[in-house]
T-cell receptor, first 110, second 112 residues
Framework: KNEVEQSPQNLTAQEGEFITINCSYS?????LHWLQQHPGGGIVSLFM???GKKKHGRLIATINIQEKHSSLHITASHPRDSAVYIC????????????FGTGTRLQVFP | DVKVTQSSRYLVKRTGEKVFLECVQD?????MFWYRQDPGLGLRLIYF???????EKGDIPEGYSVSREKKERFSLILESASTNQTSMYLC???????????FGQGTRLTVV
């Protein structure tokens, strides 16, 4: 079993829909990242969380440390949100390494 | 802005060739990482370096080596490329003991 599980693996939506991507992990963590990867490969960091909730524009990320679960929400989705969204955790064992989920491929149609 | 630059976006190499993938970062980060990304498997760590000339094996180091002669540059070497090394390769860097990592744009390597 992967230490970081994402769901769903693939997601299609109509423009304007509210989208939720989930991430569950099985290790103690010091931080959780949500990353975005567009076709072509480059990865950008959307959020880094250790507790609570963060918001940036139409994106909201939440984390529940007790339940070892995080969600990424996209409000009023747009075709330009189409990308792979990756959850990654930094274990709390003082390593600087990240453990990655396998990603969620999102396609938003006009 | 932090920049992590990988030398090539796309590479096509022949089986048995020696392949160098270069990564340069401009933020004086101590840590540098090489990952490969394959469908259904996510990003897997190949090698990690926490200082000049220091390296540590990741989860899948077989068939790869690395070099870190200068702090800003981390090279991934495929000594004898094989078709199962066809993949997307991503470089990342971070400060020591910082959870925030910065990624390059990726190199899509095809070995024929």
């Amino acid at each position: 079993k992967n230490e970081v599980e994402q769901s769903p693996q693939n997601l299609t939506a109509q423009e304007g829909e509210f989208i939720t991507i989930n991430c569950s992990y099985s290790v103690g963590i010091s931080a959780l990242h949500w990353l975005q990867q567009h076709p072509g490969g480059g990865i950008v960091s959307l959020f880094m969380l250790s507790s609570g909730k963060k918001k940036h524009g139409r994106l909201i990320a939440t984390i529940n440390i007790q339940e070892k679960h995080s969600s990424l929400h996209i409000t009023a989705s747009h075709p330009r949100d189409s990308a792979v969204y990756i959850c990654a955790v930094r274990p709390s064992d003082n390593t600087d390494k990240l453990i990655f989920g396998t990603g969620t491929r999102l396609q938003v149609f006009p | 802005d932090v920049k992590v630059t990988q030398s090539s976006r796309y590479l096509v190499k022949r089986t048995g060739e020696k392949v160098f993938l270069e990564c340069v970062q401009d933020m004086d980060h101590e840590n540098m990482f090489w990952y490969r990304q394959d469908p259904g498997l996510g990003l897997r760590l190949i090698y990690f370096s926490y200082d000049v000339k220091m390296k540590e094996k990741g989860d899948i180091p077989e068939g790869y080596s690395v070099s870190r002669e200068k702090k800003e540059r981390f090279s991934l070497i495929l000594e004898s490329a094989s078709t199962n090394q066809t993949s997307m390769y991503l470089c990342a860097s971070s400060f020591w003991n910082s959870p925030e990592a910065f990624f390059g744009q990726g190199t899509r390597l095809t070995v024929v």
